[in-house]
T-cell receptor, first 115, second 114 residues
Framework: DAGVIQSPRHEVTEMGQEVTLRCKPI?????LFWYRQTMMRGLELLIY????????DSGMPEDRFSAKMPNASFSTLKIQPSEPRDSAVYFC?????????????FGNGTRLTVT | AQSVTQLDSQVPVFEEAPVELRCNYS??????LFWYVQYPNQGLQLLLK??????LVKGINGFEAEFNKSQTSFHLRKPSVHISDTAEYFC????????????FGRGTSLIVHP
């Protein structure tokens, strides 16, 4: 079990550039979550998928953010254009079923810095 | 909707001392409860979970937590901490019904001093 894999681990970009974060969930898991962590706001849920279908994206800050899950083994979170306030650690997590009693398995995150 | 309050943002403690990290929740329905740990530069890892049954739950690394329904609490305890327990600890709650999405607390930073 390789765990949830995120890439890149660190991303430094200039304001206005497009940023793409990638996630490979644990094989067999059918739920995927994107979180953002900052000192100010803690852990925020951005969007989650069940069986590759977006269920709730109400946590996405604005239209500059978009997420896709083209298949069960890959998801992307895109920010276009990026802004300095997007600087945060972005986590992807997966779960083996869409139920409240199933814990989340987190990746090691992508630390994004927008200058 | 549920909510989680972690009363202490930071808990300093000496090595080999006992520790308790507090978590209170609010929900109109029955809940599942979780504690996660986050080591520096890593993602969150599950420490333990309460789903049903015995209110005392044992997890990894010698941690345990007790579910108290009347006080709506799920405090995390360890009788003797180690330097390696220094990390951020998150309490989370999810409803038995509803969206199933866990709500996380703001986290408690446990700092173990030698």
């Amino acid at each position: 079990d390789a765990g949830v894999i995120q890439s890149p681990r660190h991303e430094v970009t200039e304001m206005g550039q497009e940023v793409t974060l990638r996630c490979k969930p644990i094989s067999g898991h059918n739920s995927l979550f994107w979180y953002r962590q900052t000192m100010m706001r803690g852990l925020e849920l951005l969007i989650y998928f069940n069986n590759n279908v977006p269920i709730d994206d109400s946590g996405m800050p604005e239209d500059r953010f978009s997420a896709k899950m083209p298949n069960a083994s890959f998801s992307t979170l895109k920010i276009q254009p990026s802004e300095p306030r997007d600087s945060a650690v972005y986590f992807c997590a997966s779960s083996d079923r869409f139920s409240g009693n199933s814990p989340l398995h987190f990746g090691n995150g992508t630390r994004l810095t927008v200058t | 909707a549920q909510s989680v309050t972690q009363l202490d943002s930071q808990v300093p403690v000496f090595e080999e001392a006992p520790v308790e990290l507090r978590c209170n929740y609010s929900s109109s329905v029955s809940v599942y409860l979780f504690w996660y740990v986050q080591y520096p530069n890593q993602g969150l890892q599950l420490l333990l979970k309460y789903l049903s049954g015995s209110t005392l739950v044992k997890g990894i690394n010698g941690f345990e937590a007790e579910f108290n329904k009347s006080q709506t609490s799920f405090h995390l305890r360890k009788p003797s901490v180690h330097i390696s327990d220094t990390a951020e600890y998150f309490c989370a709650v999810s409803d038995l019904r509803g969206s199933y999405i866990p709500t996380f607390g703001r986290g408690t930073s446990l700092i173990v001093h030698p």
